[in-house]
């Protein structure tokens, strides 16, 4: 660029502008002026003598005064050395000291600001992109009237920054602001081409998050049924929404939420698996499990609605213990209810109804009236209320009872068939409806017993003595001595075992001399006639077992008869087939030798002849293999499996073949 060359009172006279403009300009042939510090700004200073004239260094200093403190300035030797030797880097560092100050946007009074300083502000807010600092710097140009020279490059930039308020709106939305980006893109000027787009876009932008929403609170639904497979199958919906923050951060949320919800799901199940098998620690263990179901969980509702129940459960325990009269297994349950099962009052009142009910247990008037007055202690208020008003009256009627069966064990105490029956009619007395008609009943079928037993005592007594003898007569005679002992009376199983035991021995008496009999005859060996005989003790009596034990020992004796007889004249129809010599009759002898049972003595005899009717065979395929192998393989493929020459016989069947080239 070639260099202009200006006179001081040119450049005095010429306004100044942005471009490169170069003066000549002599240094000054004395020493470099000195720098001080004064009020904390650089000033230069020139000594007295070597100061020309005020009018003449005027025009100079009126060139540019600016320049010339740069030109004396030594950061711009500084500059000048680092640009040459730093590079692109002292090249940024050289810009940074030369950029000049930036205005001080928010302490400006925009009403006299100039459209210049607000365009450089608004541009300046413009570059940070956001939707905050784009609608100000909107509003900074937008404020400009219509008929103002820069109305249309403010018009321009309205149109940009609106499109870059409505981009970063939908980012917004996008990452899960959505009062964020429809409040900024309402707040786009109404004049702008984008205006026309935005209801649409915010209504597009609420369909999409009113469809994620619907899908998000439908997966909670079911969660709270505890329909985990279902909700799993909604939540996957999620993926298909137009809105990068319910595919991403809601859906991976209501994952990890479906996760822990089947957790808790599991652990309420097995609390209430449980408590269904019953027992105090299984539903201590299931209140503790329900107990660990954090509040913010979807099933925490139905784990604390568990709690009460598992309460209910462990009280009827309790009445459980009770029932069985156990007042210290009941105190230990009723303590071990949590609090959270919220049956305070509940427990409270019944550990008075269970103390009340342990007094009725002794059986006396004075420890039932203070029963009675231990449950009226439990007010209308009360859960119990109306348990204990229920024990109250049936505790009054108990009184009574006990005071009519203390009367009439009093009559029946001397123990006379008369006696007893006095305290029979006296016990008759208390009524069904009376709590204690089963004692009472029980206490009357006991005095009964007792009367049958000295009725019936002396009769069995006597069908002792007379089954003494043990002949069949006197067997006889004592089972009807016995019978008079009628169903269903107090000695009527001790009569009934006598007569069976008296029975036994006369059928004893009647069958063994059959038995023996039948055993004579096996021993003479007519074991068909001894069997035939002993079948006559019939199923039911005494020897039954003893004779079909001895029936069952002499068929296997015929058995084993009839299979040697068998195995015998196998054997002697295989010798007769094997004396021949031929290869068919040793075959043959084989297969006749082979049914010889393998339980039979005879079996080993068998297995020798076999195994030497196979060497036979094997010795006679040899020989005929000289003159005729087709003839020798067939002779060969006769010996059975289980002759030690088998293998043998299979190798040479193989090496024949192959000589034939089969």
Not at 124 to 139: N, P, R
Not at 353 to 365: E, G, K, M, P
Not at 432 to 447: E, V, Y
Not at 627 to 650: C, F, H, M, N, T
Request: glycine share 4%; aromatic share 6%; proline share 5%.
């Amino acid at each position: 660029m070639e260099r202009e060359v200006i006179t001081p009172n040119q450049a005095e006279s010429r306004p100044l502008q942005h471009q490169e403009v170069q003066y000549e300009f002599q240094p000054p042939q004395h020493p470099a002026p000195r720098a001080i510090q004064a009020n904390g700004k650089r000033q230069t200073t020139v000594p007295l003598s070597h100061q020309k004239p005020e009018r003449a260094e005027q025009p100079i200093l009126r060139v540019h005064s600016y320049w010339l403190r740069w030109f004396y300035n030594w950061k711009l030797w500084l500059i000048g050395t680092l640009l040459l030797f730093g590079g692109s880097g002292m090249v940024a560092a050289m810009l940074l000291f030369q950029i000049p100050g930036l205005p001080n946007c928010p302490a400006i009074f925009w009403p006299l600001a100039s459209a210049s300083l607000r365009f450089e502000c608004a541009r300046l807010a413009a570059s940070k992109q956001t939707a905050k600092d784009l609608l100000e710097a909107i509003a900074l140009v937008d404020s400009l009237p219509p008929n103002h020279s820069m109305r249309e490059e403010a018009n321009r930039l309205v149109e940009e920054w609106s499109q870059d308020v409505l981009r970063l709106a939908e980012e917004d939305f996008n990452a899960g602001k959505l009062g964020d980006a429809i409040a900024s893109a309402r707040r786009i000027p109404s004049k702008v081409t984008a205006h026309k787009l935005i209801e649409e876009r915010i209504k597009r932008w609420q369909s999409i998050w009113s469809e994620a929403e619907g899908i998000y609170k439908k997966s909670e639904e079911l969660l709270r049924k505890q329909d985990f497979r279902q909700a799993f199958s909604n939540a996957v919906r999620l993926l298909d929404v137009e809105n990068e923050y319910w595919r991403t951060t809601k859906f991976e949320e209501l994952s990890n939420r479906i996760t822990a919800t089947r957790n808790d799901g599991n652990k309420l199940g097995r609390a209430y698996r449980l408590a269904d098998t019953g027992g105090l620690n299984n539903l201590l263990q299931a209140i503790k499990l329900v107990e660990s179901i954090r509040p913010e969980s979807y099933l925490y509702q139905a784990a604390q609605q568990a709690i009460p129940k598992f309460g209910q459960q462990m009280l009827e325990m309790a009445q459980a213990a009770l029932d069985r009269r156990n007042l210290a297994e009941a105190l230990d349950i009723l303590d071990k209810i949590p609090e959270k099962a919220n049956l305070k009052d509940e427990v409270k009142d019944y550990t008075i109804l269970a103390n009340a009910q342990s007094q009725v247990w002794q059986n006396s008037i004075p420890a039932v009236e203070e029963a009675i007055s231990q449950a009226q202690r439990i007010g209308p208020n009360s859960p119990l209320y109306s348990k204990a008003q229920q024990l109250i009256t049936r505790w009054q009627l108990e009184i009574e009872a006990i005071a009519q069966l203390e009367k009439a064990r009093l009559l029946a105490q001397p123990g006379s068939v008369d006696d007893l029956n006095a305290g029979i009619a006296e016990a008759n007395l208390i009524e069904r409806s009376n709590p204690r008609w089963d004692d009472a009943q029980q206490q009357i079928r006991r005095w009964r017993a007792q009367i049958e037993t000295i009725q019936d005592r002396p009769i069995l007594e006597q069908a002792d003595q007379i089954a003494s003898g043990g002949d069949m007569p006197s067997l006889q005679a004592a089972i009807a001595q016995a019978e008079q002992v009628g169903q269903g009376r107090a000695l009527s199983r001790e009569a009934r075992s006598k007569i069976q035991k008296w029975t036994a021995e006369i059928q004893r008496i009647q069958d063994e001399p059959i038995l023996l009999q039948a055993r004579e005859y096996a021993n003479a060996g007519d074991l068909q006639g001894a069997i035939n005989l002993a079948q006559q003790i019939r199923s039911g009596r005494s020897l039954y077992n003893e004779a079909q034990a001895d029936v069952r020992r002499w068929r296997e004796r015929i058995q084993e008869k009839t299979a040697k007889a068998q195995a015998i004249a196998a054997m002697q129809e295989a010798r007769q087939l094997a004396n021949s010599g031929s290869p068919n009759a040793l075959a043959t002898a084989i297969q006749v030798a082979d049914r010889v049972p393998a339980a039979s003595s005879l079996r080993g005899e068998a297995t020798r002849a076999i195994n030497e009717w196979s060497q036979q065979l094997l010795q006679v395929a040899k020989t005929q293999a000289s003159y005729d192998l087709p003839g020798a393989i067939a002779i060969a493929q006769k010996i059975p499996s289980r002759a030690p020459v088998y293998a043998e016989a299979q190798q040479l069947i193989e090496s024949w073949k192959r000589a034939l080239g089969l």
